[in-house]
């Protein structure tokens, strides 16, 4: 930050280089000021709990279901091999990818659409897409756990189709179902962002050179969207590999994914070393997502 | 702004209506289960999903449970005062990235972002085994009595609410020129009156987006809340997702329609909030 050399203006005779040294470092000063208060906040309250975390999943638990913080191993990460572990890694990273791919076959049409529409029909889905954005979480997986649950809409439906009564709650289905509902609008979001920055000639100009529907799609497009699909990507994958209240609710013994096993690790099982461990691997999941994202060129989520 | 949509843009023949099919599939897809949810919870059964004839009773369960009512009131006091705190500093980091250069910036920009991105469960995590030993310490050496409860919940949802705030205040900064701020000081006008008189006015709807979000995320919040609540401190997302649970009831349906409303009317005066910002500015904005 130093030896910024500004082209002084010839109106300011004070300009001189000294003086203006002083004026930079002097805003420098303001701007670290400014940023104070939120700096020291969130070095308090956000990076020191990430490293008591990460300090926590070397530690041991002990007899009475506390922690010894001295003696540090790795035992906690030994354990992420156990089958049971396993078992729950791989399957959170499967309904995590399927929801991602589900997202994105319907978004993307979703957002083409909407990229193609005038203006004011454009601001009006969009806000129709907004809200359920907003609304409350909990609540929004709660209204599928009244639709799926006894006797409720979907049962009535399944047999006035003629399909019988089927039961969907606390299956695999109903927990990529909520996870599809929670997270569609963050898929939709950065893919019209995307879609909506195209140079739309360019689609126009490989449709003249003869390019069939579906090549101009693969060929021009998709690449340019790139982008909005990895945001959106990493935007449902990231939180749909935490997800802790959809499968509570929607999802039964049989489905526990990472969120939820990590949950039970603090609040039940009382091993919070493990549960430090397993929540340092989604934390590196999502800082490498991350992380690649922006080397492939990315800006913003 | 807007390019006329020209016809090998503009969807035809099939493919438009199977966009079009797409789409209405897609409302249908976010707005059939809320409005499902607002019907039952006027429904006179005990089955959470079966239409039994009209009734308000599980509103008025709601309104005369102390329960949730006292739930509510601690949602709106943590709401309120953590939105307030991290509006102020949410701002001010705002400014603070997009119009000054100074040492450890790209680190706070980082750190800023991380709060956004972190999945709820890892903050949460990250959140109990902090307050486990600050307060812990805090006690020791001080010999206090802090436990965890409003002052754990308002601190951990003011860590990610700062971030939010940010974000929406730096999206309005950035959109306007700095020219108006220099031409104030300029003439004269003192760093706080440039501030106080010219840009303040004009990221004022920004600083009410940010709040109205910071809001909503808080009185949303549940996995973190859960983490570092305490005693009598339940919030009412925390008591909801307690109660569903237990198995599911009609007052949930009519506490989850309740809530529903709140975001509701949270969007509407963000919408509102963000119709003042278009006219404000001429510049055309993404979402």
Not at chain 1, 12 to 30: D, G, H, W
Not at chain 1, 180 to 207: H, Q
Not at chain 2, 120 to 136: P, Q, S, Y
Not at chain 2, 269 to 280: A, D, F, Q
Request: aromatic share 14%; net charge positive.
């Amino acid at each position: 930050m130093t030896a910024v050399e500004l082209p002084s203006d010839a109106e300011s005779a004070v300009a001189t280089p000294e003086f203006e040294a002083a004026a930079i470092r002097q805003e420098s000063r303001r701007g670290f000021l400014l940023a104070l208060p939120s700096y020291s906040y969130l070095v308090l309250f956000f990076a020191v709990p990430l490293v008591i975390v990460v300090v926590y999943s070397f530690a041991t638990r002990n007899r009475f279901g506390g922690t010894d913080l001295s003696g540090w191993n790795l035992a906690s990460y030994a354990r992420l091999s156990e089958p049971i572990v396993r078992d729950i890694l791989f399957r959170s990273l499967w309904l995590a990818l399927l929801t991602t791919l589900i997202c994105l076959v319907i978004a993307y049409p979703f957002a083409y659409y909407l990229a193609t529409r005038t203006p004011v029909v454009r601001n009006l889905m969009l806000v129709f897409v907004m809200i359920p954005f907003w609304t409350n979480f909990l609540v929004r997986n709660y209204a599928w756990r009244v639709i799926l649950g006894n006797d409720g809409p979907f049962t009535d439906v399944t047999e006035a189709v003629g399909l019988g009564e089927r039961e969907l709650l606390f299956s695999k289905t109903a927990v990529v179902l909520g996870l599809v509902y929670s997270f569609l609008p963050f898929m939709i979001l950065p893919l019209y962002a995307a879609i909506e920055r195209i140079d739309k000639r360019l689609l126009e100009a490989s449709r003249d050179l003869y390019a069939s529907g579906w090549q101009s799609f693969r060929k021009v497009l998709l690449p340019l969207s790139m982008p909005g699909v990895i945001a959106g990507s990493i935007l449902v994958f990231v939180p749909s590999l935490g997800a802790y209240v959809t499968p509570d609710i929607l999802g039964g013994s049989k489905t526990t994914l990472l969120g939820s096993y990590i949950v039970t690790q603090f609040l039940t099982a009382r091993n919070w070393p493990f549960g430090a461990a397993l929540s340092f691997v989604l934390m590196a999941v999502m800082l490498t997502t991350t992380v690649v994202y922006f080397r492939k060129g990315g800006r913003t989520l | 702004m807007s390019r006329p949509t020209s016809s090998a843009v503009e969807p035809r023949g099939w493919t438009k209506g199977l966009l079009r099919a797409n789409g209405w599939l897609v409302y249908a897809f976010f707005y059939a289960p809320i409005l499902l949810l607002v019907i039952f919870s006027f429904s006179d059964s005990r089955n959470v999903g079966v239409w039994g004839g009209f009734t308000l009773d599980w509103y008025e369960e709601f309104v005369d449970s102390r329960q949730t009512q006292a739930a509510l009131w601690n949602s709106v006091k943590i709401a309120v005062v953590s939105t307030a705190i991290s509006v102020v500093l949410g701002t001010m980091s705002a400014l603070a990235l997009e119009r000054f250069k100074f040492r450890g910036k790209q680190v706070f920009d980082a750190l800023l972002y991380l709060p956004i991105i972190i999945p709820d469960v890892t903050m949460a995590v990250m959140m109990l085994l902090f307050f486990a030993e600050f307060f812990e310490v805090l006690n020791a050496v001080f010999g206090t009595e802090l436990r965890k409860g409003f002052s754990s919940i308002a601190l951990s949802h003011i860590a990610f609410s700062i971030s939010f705030v940010s974000v929406v205040v730096r999206a309005r900064l950035a959109g306007m020129s700095g020219h108006l701020e220099e031409a104030a000081r300029d003439l004269y006008a003192s760093r706080w009156k440039a501030f106080r008189f010219v840009t303040f006015p004009q990221i004022l709807p920004g600083i009410l987006g940010g709040a109205l979000l910071a809001m909503t995320i808080s009185l949303d919040d549940v996995v973190i809340t859960q983490f570092v609540t305490g005693p009598g401190w339940t919030t009412l997302p925390v008591y909801v997702f307690g109660l569903i649970r237990r198995g599911v009831t009609p007052l949930i349906n009519a506490v989850s329609v309740v809530m529903l409303m709140a975001s509701m009317t949270l969007v509407a005066l963000s919408l509102l909030v963000e119709r003042v910002r278009n006219v404000g500015t001429n510049q055309r904005r993404g979402f």
